[in-house]
T-cell receptor, first 108, second 114 residues
C-alpha cells in the first residue's frame, strides 16, 4: 500500500463545477504539499500546510491531522484548471513522499 | 526572477550512451533534489544534496550519478547502467535541506532512449 494515496485518479467535470481531490497518508508528517503539474511537465507548488485550511483565489486546501487526510477544492472550475494535481508529504526523514497524482480535465 | 532552469526540455539518446541533465538555480537554496517520474506513478527520489560537495542517494540511485561542485548547480548523469532510463526528470531545490520549507521545481527534462 502506498504511503500517500490520492483519489480519484482521474476526474472530468464541466466548467463551473466544484472540484474536490482527496489525499490520505499513513505516515507521520511535518507538512503536506499540494502541487500542480501542467502537460509540459513543470510543477508549481500550490500549498504547504501542516494544520487547518489555506485559501488562494479559487483554491482551498484543508488538512485533518487526526484523520491523516487532506482535500484540495477548486471553486468555479475553469478549463485552465486542467492539470495533474499532486499531493506530497514531508515524512519523518524530511524527504517528500509523493502521491501518484489526480488528472483533472475541465470541459468548457 | 529567481528560479530553477533545467535543460534541455527534451533529450534523445542512443542506448548505451551516458547523458547529463542540467539543473541550475539562482535562489541561493542549500538543498537540491533530482526526481524521476514514470506514467501513473508518484515522483521518486534519485539523489539529493544538502550542501556543496556532498550528496546522498535516494530511493532509486542505481544507474545515476551526480555532482555538487557549486551551490547553484546539481547535474545528473544517466549512465549506461540505468536499465530503463526513458522517463521525465525533475529537479527541485529548497531553502534548508532537512526541514519542510517550500520547494521550487524546475520545468523538467523528458529523456527518451532509443
Amino acid at each position: 500500500k502506498n504511503e500517500v494515496e490520492q483519489s480519484p485518479q482521474n476526474l472530468t467535470a464541466q466548467e463551473g463545477e466544484f472540484i474536490t481531490i482527496n489525499c490520505s497518508y499513513s505516515v507521520g508528517i511535518s507538512a503536506l504539499h499540494w502541487l500542480q503539474q501542467h502537460p509540459g511537465g513543470g510543477i508549481v507548488s500550490l500549498f504547504m500546510l501542516s494544520s487547518g485550511k489555506k485559501k488562494h483565489g479559487r483554491l482551498i486546501a484543508t488538512i485533518n491531522i487526526q484523520e491523516k487526510h487532506s482535500s484540495l477544492h477548486i471553486t468555479a472550475s475553469h478549463p485552465r484548471d486542467s492539470a495533474v494535481y499532486i499531493c506530497a508529504v514531508t515524512g519523518s526523514n524530511y524527504q517528500l513522499i509523493w502521491g501518484a497524482g489526480t488528472k483533472l480535465i475541465i470541459k468548457p | 526572477d529567481g528560479g530553477i532552469t533545467q535543460s534541455p526540455k527534451y533529450l534523445f539518446r542512443k542506448e548505451g550512451q551516458n547523458v547529463t541533465l542540467s539543473c541550475e538555480q539562482n535562489l541561493n537554496h542549500d538543498a537540491m533534489y533530482w526526481y524521476r517520474q514514470d506514467p501513473g506513478q508518484g515522483l521518486r527520489l534519485i539523489y539529493y544534496s544538502q550542501i556543496v560537495n556532498d550528496f546522498q542517494k535516494g530511493d532509486i540511485a542505481e544507474g545515476y550519478s551526480v555532482s555538487r561542485e557549486k551551490k547553484e548547480s546539481f547535474p545528473l548523469t544517466v549512465t549506461s547502467a540505468q536499465k530503463n532510463p526513458t522517463a521525465f526528470y525533475l529537479c527541485a531545490s529548497s531553502i534548508q535541506g532537512a526541514i519542510a520549507y517550500g520547494y521550487t521545481f524546475g520545468s523538467g527534462t523528458r529523456l527518451t532512449v532509443v
